[in-house]
């Protein structure tokens, strides 16, 4: 089955950094969009930043100049740098991935998955 998987939450320090990853794992045939987003308690899930199939990629103002994606060749894994972190950064962050699945039947089917979240938490 296919897998999406996080790692690299934890407690970090009010400036320190984390790097996040995420893999995607199973029957994939191709990646399109992946995508990062978090939750902070009691708020909504918002987007964090973007890659696209082609590379390109997005961060949203919550974290420009701060925040970086980026990918390994294969695409199987996606990362968010995150440095200059603040309490505000403090939630679960959520892996997002478009991708193309391998049925049994021999073709594929485009879904998307969520990883189960990392938490993040910068405190002093």
């Known amino acids: 089955q296919v897998q999406v998987v996080e790692s690299g939450g934890g407690l970090v320090q009010p400036g320190g950094s984390l790097r996040l990853s995420c893999v995607a794992s199973g029957p994939i045939s191709a990646i399109y969009g992946q995508y990062w987003y978090r939750q902070a308690p009691g708020g909504q899930r918002e987007l964090v930043a973007s890659?696209?199939?082609?590379?390109?990629?997005t961060v949203q103002q919550l974290g420009r100049g701060r925040i970086t994606i980026s990918r390994t060749t294969d695409k199987s894994t996606v990362y968010l740098q995150m440095n200059s972190l603040q309490p505000e950064d403090t939630a679960v962050y959520y892996c997002h991935v478009d991708l193309m699945k391998i049925l049994f039947s021999g073709g594929g089917r485009r879904l998307e998955f969520w990883g189960q979240g990392t938490q993040v938490t910068v405190s002093s």
């Open positions: 890659i696209d199939q082609d590379g390109r990629t």
